[in-house]
T-cell receptor, first 116, second 111 residues
Framework: GAGVSQSPSNKVTEKGKDVELRCDPI?????LYWYRQSLGQGLEFLIY????????KSGLPSDRFSAERTGGSVSTLTIQRTQQEDSAVYLC??????????????FGPGTRLTVL | GQQLNQSPQSMFIQEGEDVSMNCTSS?????WLWYKQDPGEGPVLLIA?????ELTSNGRLTAQFGITRKDSFLNISASIPSDVGIYFC???????????FGPGTSLSVIP
């Protein structure tokens, strides 16, 4: 079956522009996560969705970052007025649900964002 | 700040050698996870550990949940070129908590 897909795979933008990154989770997965991976770093949690609501958005680094999820499926991460320090790989993951035990998170290939 | 530490940061080994890497924390974790990331791909779960002292194998991979619940180890036996990648440990402090990732160990295998 289809895994998690993300688009675009690469995005180059100029400082100050807005960008939208898209994630298509595995069908039927109710939990969706966004992470940021900077060069040589681990994965930094950004936000978690259960269905269309975001119970945990504690990892969003500033109010320039926002995310939404519609129809319990596709999610979009938006970065406004991009800065050079936003350059990173943005990874999306989905799992069946988030509950009393770890549910395996399946990751997409990521979107590599470069801010010039 | 960084909650998980991984060592070594990078390794260069000969094909056929065994590999050991570890992950430590100053906090107790109830679940330990090991992921592998191939270049240009997202991480893939290798092994999940749920109980202190637990030793779990997946093919040539073996991972252990430290008895202090503050560390975990991953061993790879008889390495092959496709073992190349970044290995991340990750943990959850409680069952309902977010997953926290370590900075990764980069493994290179010389044929």
């Amino acid at each position: 079956g289809a895994g998690v897909s993300q688009s675009p795979s690469n995005k180059v933008t100029e400082k100050g522009k807005d960008v939208e990154l898209r994630c298509d989770p595995i069908s039927g997965h109710t939990a969706l996560y966004w992470y940021r991976q900077s060069l040589g770093q681990g994965l930094e949690f950004l936000i978690y969705f259960q269905g269309n609501s975001a119970p945990d958005k504690s990892g969003l680094p500033s109010d320039r970052f926002s995310a939404e999820r519609t129809g319990g499926s596709v999610s979009t991460l938006t970065i406004q007025r991009t800065q050079q320090e936003d350059s990173a790989v943005y990874l999306c993951a989905s799992s069946l649900f988030r509950g009393a035990a770890y549910n395996e998170q399946f990751f997409g290939p990521g979107t590599r964002l470069t801010v010039l | 700040g960084q909650q998980l530490n991984q060592s070594p940061q990078s390794m260069f080994i000969q094909e056929g050698e065994d590999v050991s890497m570890n992950c430590t924390s100053s906090s107790i974790f109830n679940t330990w996870l090991w992921y592998k990331q191939d270049p240009g791909e997202g991480p893939v779960l290798l092994i999940a550990l749920y109980k202190a002292g637990e030793l779990t194998s997946n093919g040539r991979l073996t991972a252990q949940f430290g008895i202090t619940r503050k560390d975990s180890f991953l061993n790879i036996s008889a390495s092959i070129p496709s073992d190349v990648g970044i290995y991340f440990c990750a943990g959850m402090k409680t069952s309902y908590d977010k997953v926290i990732f370590g900075p990764g160990t980069s493994l290179s295998v010389i044929p």
